[in-house]
Structure formats: structure tokens, C-alpha cells
């Protein structure tokens, strides 16, 4: 299962977004608590398609995409050299597939921000910073230790990448904005470098922040955010919070209030999914529906696999529907009469929605 890791600096919300996104329920503190451990749970990806499947089926259970999210200790200045618990900051979320940066602009006197002001493009710079710190330092340890070896001569593609990304490091700029190449980035990918993952930027906000649409330093947050090619989304976490302890009934009458249509936090779970390049296909039936998380691209007969290895060494044919198909027609029996059941070899390359029912024999 992949993973997404929630950094930004203290006191910014970062637990309570992790809280949200697991429905965990980790301690949060409007003090700095000296917290070291990292806090570990799974996220449902929220997705109105399994709803109305769900609806349309009466299964006996449902089985949303889901994603592990980990809330690693607040960020400070100097981490990449150690400072505060930098190493163990660096250590956990270097083994993220992707990163959550939450950034703070909401004021509050009775939580005290780290940085006494709220600036936040130069939260963001400070936390971007020690994340590109740490990877120079890795890569220069690495050069090294080519450089000084005996293998030298077998290793020079590998150090011809490093001193690229050397170069581009030293220029602030994010390994993921180098365009290396797919070679390149395979050469390096047991580095798990940190500024080479995807990045969501979570602004988190007030709730008046939120229905008047503006917060101290915005248009700068989103020249900077364009320019690091960073996907932002604005929140408000304290309002989150409180949207979900309440019924759907007034969940819904809250969101018509605040002026939004879902809850922001169902826009963070799906774009998480969507960075890291994942889709879902769906299986149906009366004992389960269920969404079956893979990467774009996938071939059928490898998506079958993710149901069961069985499945893939014995497949036959995928039987597909598009979700949207069934959506619009309201049943299978009509789908069908429609034309618009198919059936797909072992190469087809399997779409975001798809409904697929496995064919196979062992």
C-alpha cells in the first residue's frame, strides 16, 4: 500500500488532517509537546461511484480505495543538519510516496505560531528547504563514494545523474522539477529522495478565511505554488472538524453554508490518490463491492492480479462496463441491451471506473 506523509512546520494543523483523513484519533496539542513518534494510520478515499454502486448492489459489504498517511513531528529549521528531531523527521518520511505539506494562515493567540508571524511562502520555502538540504547532502555523500572507489569506471552513469541533480539542487530547484528522464529516475530510485515525490500543498485557514475567500500572503502562496509546479488546495481544518461529528443531514445544511459543495477534506484524500497516479477499477455483487486501487496503464491481466494471483495466471477475458454506462442506465440488464457490455483481452489497458468481472480458468 502506498504511502502519503503530512510534514509542515509545528503548530500548523498537521494532526488534525491526518485525524480527518484516518479518522484516527492522535492526540493533538496547542503546545509544542516534544512529540518524536509518528503517528500511522489508513485513509478511505471518499468516491461517489462506489456510492451509487453500493446503493445499487445492497452488499453485504463495501470496500472503499484506501491509502496509508503518516503524521511525522513538526518541521523546524535546520532539521536536515539535525536540529529539533530532523532525523527522525527525514527517516520517516523518506519512506513516503508522497508528501503533504500543510501550511498555516489562520491567527489564533492560543496557538502560537513557530514562527511568531504568519507568512505562508516563507513557511513553505523553510520546509522545502531542509527537504532539498537533506538531498544534497545525500547526493554529495554519494558522489564521494564513487568518486573514491574502486568502481568508478562501472559507475559513471549513475554519478553523470548525481552530478546533474547536484547541480540542480544547488540552484533550489526540486529533483521532480529537473525533467529527468525515465531511465534517470529508475537509476536513482532506490534514494527515495525527498524533493523527487510528489507534493500536495494544504492551506489551512479559518473558517472566515475560507467563506471570504482570502488570507494574508494568497497571491503570493499561488505564484509560488505555480511556479514549483506544487497542486494547492485551501481548507479550513477547525471547520472540517466539526463537519464531521455532525449527521449527513447537517453536514450537508454546514457545507451549504460555508458555500461548498463536499467536504474539503474529500478533495485532499482524492487528490492525494490522483498525485500518485492511481486509479480504481470496481468489482460488483451482492456480497461485496469494492474499489481495487492500481497505477495508470495497467493491463487487464495484471489488474486481475490484484484481486488474486489465481486470477491472473488462469485469465481468460475481462468483462467490462464503464462506470458512467451503468450510472446513466441504472442496471446491468440494461447496460447489456444497450451493447454496451465488452469484453476485453489481457493487454487492454484498464480505465479509471471501469466495472470488471474476470474470466479464468485454472
Not at 545523474?161 to 529516475?185: D, H, P
Request: proline share 3%; aromatic share 6%; glycine share 6%.
Amino acid at each position: 500500500m502506498l504511502t502519503c506523509g503530512i510534514i509542515g512546520l509545528p503548530m500548523v494543523g498537521k494532526t488534525t488532517f491526518f485525524n480527518l483523513l484516518t479518522q484516527a484519533k492522535a492526540e493533538t496539542s496547542n503546545f509544542y509537546s516534544g512529540r518524536t513518534e509518528t503517528n500511522r494510520a489508513i485513509a478511505r478515499i471518499p468516491d461517489d461511484r462506489i456510492d451509487f454502486l453500493s446503493d445499487l448492489y445492497r452488499p453485504r459489504r463495501t470496500i472503499y480505495a484506501q491509502l496509508e498517511v503518516i503524521d511525522v513531528v513538526g518541521l523546524v529549521r535546520g532539521s536536515s543538519q539535525g536540529q529539533g528531531v530532523g532525523n527522525a523527521f527525514l527517516t520517516s518520511v523518506r519512506n513516503a510516496d508522497m508528501l503533504i505539506q500543510v501550511v498555516r494562515v489562520f491567527e489564533n493567540p492560543e496557538v502560537p505560531h513557530p514562527e511568531n508571524t504568519i507568512d505562508p511562502v516563507r513557511d513553505v520555502e523553510t520546509i522545502n528547504l531542509e527537504l532539498l538540504l537533506a538531498d544534497l547532502e545525500m547526493v554529495e555523500k554519494r558522489i564521494q563514494r564513487i568518486e573514491a572507489g574502486k568502481k568508478k569506471a562501472e559507475q559513471l552513469k549513475e554519478l553523470d545523474i548525481l552530478k546533474k541533480i547536484k547541480v540542480g539542487l544547488e540552484e533550489e530547484r526540486s529533483i521532480r522539477n529537473l525533467g529527468l528522464t525515465e531511465e534517470e529516475a529508475f537509476q536513482i530510485r532506490s534514494f527515495a529522495f525527498l524533493t523527487e515525490k510528489p507534493m500536495l500543498l494544504v492551506v489551512n485557514l479559518d473558517e472566515k478565511q475560507l467563506r471570504n475567500n482570502h488570507y494574508p500572503g494568497k497571491s503570493q502562496l499561488e505564484a509560488y505554488a505555480l511556479e514549483k509546479g506544487i497542486h494547492m488546495l485551501e481548507v479550513c481544518g477547525r471547520a472540517e472538524m466539526e463537519i464531521s461529528e455532525l449527521s449527513q443531514e447537517d453536514q450537508k445544511a454546514f457545507l451549504e453554508d460555508l458555500g461548498i459543495t463536499e467536504p474539503g477534506i474529500h478533495r485532499v484524500a482524492q487528490a492525494m490518490y490522483h498525485h500518485l497516479g492511481l486509479i480504481s477499477f470496481f468489482t460488483v455483487g451482492e456480497d461485496e463491492v469494492r474499489a481495487w486501487t492500481i497505477e495508470k496503464n495497467t493491463p487487464a491481466k495484471t489488474a486481475a492480479g490484484k484481486i488474486h494471483s489465481d486470477i491472473e495466471r488462469g485469465f481468460i477475458r475481462a468483462e467490462v462496463v464503464k462506470y458512467h454506462d451503468l450510472h446513466e442506465l441504472g442496471s446491468m440488464v440494461k447496460v447489456k441491451e444497450k451493447g454496451l457490455f465488452r469484453l476485453e483481452g489481457k493487454d487492454y489497458l484498464v480505465q479509471d471506473g471501469d466495472i470488471i468481472n474476470f474470466r479464468f480458468n485454472v
